[in-house]
């Protein structure tokens, strides 16, 4: 299958959709099922974009959230104000990545349909 070109799903909700509006027959469909199907491919090509983009953003926030929970080789002997220190900083940090994830996250939902969820 090349880009945009309808899968094997897409074709058989194509075949679906059709046969629902005019018969197992088809007769008077104007349209054709490679071109219904190849609406359906793009859509589905457009979400499974999306989906990508929200792994890799869920990768980076992982990630970062990571480094910033493991401690740097300065902090062994850094004294407890400093150490208080960098503590504050790594979590304003993580709550500015969480904050903009969680604004992200129902963003989102609500162009989905789902709707915003309380945090």
Same mark, same amino acid.
């Given at each position: 299958?090349?880009?945009?070109? &309808?899968?094997? #799903?897409?074709?058989?909700?194509? %075949? $679906? ?6 018969? %197992?027959?088809?007769?008077?469909? +104007? ?7 190849? #609406? #359906?491919? +793009? !859509?589905?090509?457009? +979400?499974? =974009? =999306?989906? !990508? ?13 990571? =480094?910033?929970?493991? &401690? ?10 400093? @150490? +208080?220190? @960098?503590?504050? $900083?790594? @979590?304003? /940090? #993580?709550?500015?990545?969480? !904050? ?6 129902? *963003?989102?939902?609500?162009? *989905? ?5 309380? /945090?």
């Amino acid at each position: 299958m090349s880009a945009g070109e &309808p899968d094997r #799903i897409s074709s058989l909700v194509a %075949e $679906e959709l059709l046969a629902s509006i005019f018969g %197992e027959d088809l007769e008077g469909c +104007r349209v054709t099922l490679d071109e219904v199907a190849a #609406i #359906i491919q +793009r !859509t589905v090509d457009e +979400r499974v =974009q =999306q989906d !990508t983009r929200l792994l890799d953003t869920y990768d980076t926030v992982v990630s970062s959230i990571h =480094q910033l929970a493991t &401690p740097p080789e300065s902090a062994r002997g850094a004294s407890p104000e400093d @150490l +208080r220190s @960098l503590l504050g $900083e790594r @979590l304003d /940090a #993580i709550r500015t990545i969480t !904050t903009k994830t969680i604004e992200m996250s129902a *963003r989102v939902k609500k162009e *989905r349909g789902g709707g915003a969820s309380s /945090a």
